[in-house]
């Protein structure tokens, strides 16, 4: 990708794609009849209007929290939009369920991992090898998590339009025509996906929590993982920001290969419907 070429990202909605770029975003989704509807938004960042909120580490808990809201209403605009329906999501609806999401998060990743450990505390005689046997418990239960959505047809076929998003921003970033042929040759795994993104929060709080918490009791051990939270989601975004760079060193190739490694659950290759799709979504969001 150039360096004078936008990063632009997004994600999978339901029978469509959402990309993001500095100040709107656009969504197309396949409806009922089969025709392609596009939506446009203005995209008012917090990062925009106060400029302390671009500073290292602030910008990528910015980002996650923005990405939480603007997710779930784009995920409800298309559901009525695939569906044929009318009804919008309330804003208290939003908070709920962005809420349930964090919610389901912490208890999978950082309650239970935390009860295991106090079981299996007594087994072994390192922080280290303690903590890293905490961080393997998450990746266990992101790995069952991921595979059990997998099980349902539904998720199987977002997961395609999360593949037909990635092979649509990589043919863009390499300066090739966004055509359908052109967007087939590209891999459906991207180095700034958000699955690379978890798996980063995870090894992150492996190395801080060894560093600063050692190996307190449940209660403490939960607290701890909750208050290093921003810290590790700030320096995940960073590393992710470098790993979509066009050169990014050795280092950062490594640390984000078990990122890609687990899009391989994450994303599917979509046919040429889905992949139309996701063109007229990034169409919609560059510069006229």
């Known amino acids: 990708m150039s360096e004078k070429i936008t990063p632009y990202g997004g994600q999978a909605v339901l029978e469509g794609v959402m990309m993001r770029g500095p100040d709107r975003m656009a969504m197309a989704v396949r409806g009922p009849d089969g025709s392609i509807l596009m939506e446009k938004f203005p995209l008012r960042s917090l990062r925009n209007r106060y400029p302390f909120l671009n ?5 990528g808990v910015v980002t996650l929290f923005e ?26 609806e939003m908070v709920l369920t962005v809420l349930a999401g964090v919610g389901l998060a912490i208890l999978l990743f950082v309650v239970m991992p935390a009860a295991l ?6 087994l072994f005689a390192t922080n280290f090898w303690l903590n890293l046997t905490e961080g393997l418990i998450k990746v266990g239960a ?8 997998n099980l349902f047809p539904d998720t199987r076929r977002f997961f395609a339009n999360h ?40 090894l992150l709080s492996v190395i801080f929590f060894t560093i600063v918490a050692g190996r307190p009791g449940f209660f403490m051990r939960v607290g701890i993982h909750l208050s290093l939270l921003p810290l590790v989601a700030g320096c995940a975004y960073e590393l992710l920001r470098l790993a979509g760079k066009p050169k990014p060193n050795i280092l950062i190739r490594i640390m984000s290969l078990p990122g890609i490694f687990l899009q391989f659950l994450t994303t599917r290759e979509p046919n040429d419907e889905q992949i139309e799709v996701a063109i007229a979504a990034l169409q919609g969001v560059l510069k006229d």
């Open 163 to 202: 593949g037909a998003e990635h092979k649509t921003l990589h043919t863009y970033e390499s300066g090739k025509e966004l055509t359908v042929e052109n967007v087939r040759l590209f891999s459906p795994r991207h180095p700034r996906c958000g699955t690379s993104f978890i798996f980063l929060v995870i």
């Open 67 to 92: 990405a939480l809201f603007f997710g779930v209403k784009v995920l409800s605009r298309s559901a009525n939009l695939a569906l044929g329906e009318e009804e919008e999501i309330k804003p208290w």
């Open 142 to 149: 992101l790995l069952a998590y991921i595979s059990a959505l």
């Open 117 to 122: 450990i106090r079981w299996l505390d007594p």
């Open 55 to 59: 500073f290292p580490l602030v910008r």
